[in-house]
């Protein structure tokens, strides 16, 4: 059975900083790209970041710059470290694995807000 875990949410002020971290199981971690998704309230989930087994990280647009996606294989975990937060980046934050995010976590909360 496959579980993402994700943890790390929370609510932040405006310019400040978190780092999201989701854990694997049920797969063999190091073969998998990992993505990172959000989803803002009332707006669709957006694809975030990605971070392939052996090759560069991607990312959006709209977090590069900013947020950093990094892996770490011996502890089958993907993180997101977000800097310089903004209102904007309110939202669920899920992580999936798989060329085509065949699975996916739960999701865990960030809100940015003064």
């Known amino acids: 059975q496959v579980q993402l875990v994700e943890s790390g949410g929370g609510l932040v002020q405006p310019g400040g900083s978190l780092r999201l971290s989701c854990t694997a199981s049920?797969?063999?971690?190091?073969?998998?790209?990992m993505h990172w998704y959000r989803q803002a309230p009332g707006h669709q989930r957006e694809w975030i970041a990605m971070?392939?087994?052996?090759?560069?990280?991607n990312y959006a647009d709209s977090v590069k710059g900013r947020f950093t996606i990094s892996r770490d294989n011996t502890r089958n975990t993907v993180y997101l470290q977000m800097n310089s937060l903004e209102p904007e980046d309110t939202a669920v934050y899920y992580c999936?694995?798989?060329?085509?995010?065949?699975?996916w976590g739960q999701g865990t909360q960030v809100i940015v807000s003064s």
């Open positions: 971070i392939p087994p052996f090759k560069n990280p």
């Open positions: 999936s694995a798989g060329a085509e995010s065949k699975y």
């Open positions: 049920g797969i063999i971690f190091g073969l998998y790209d």
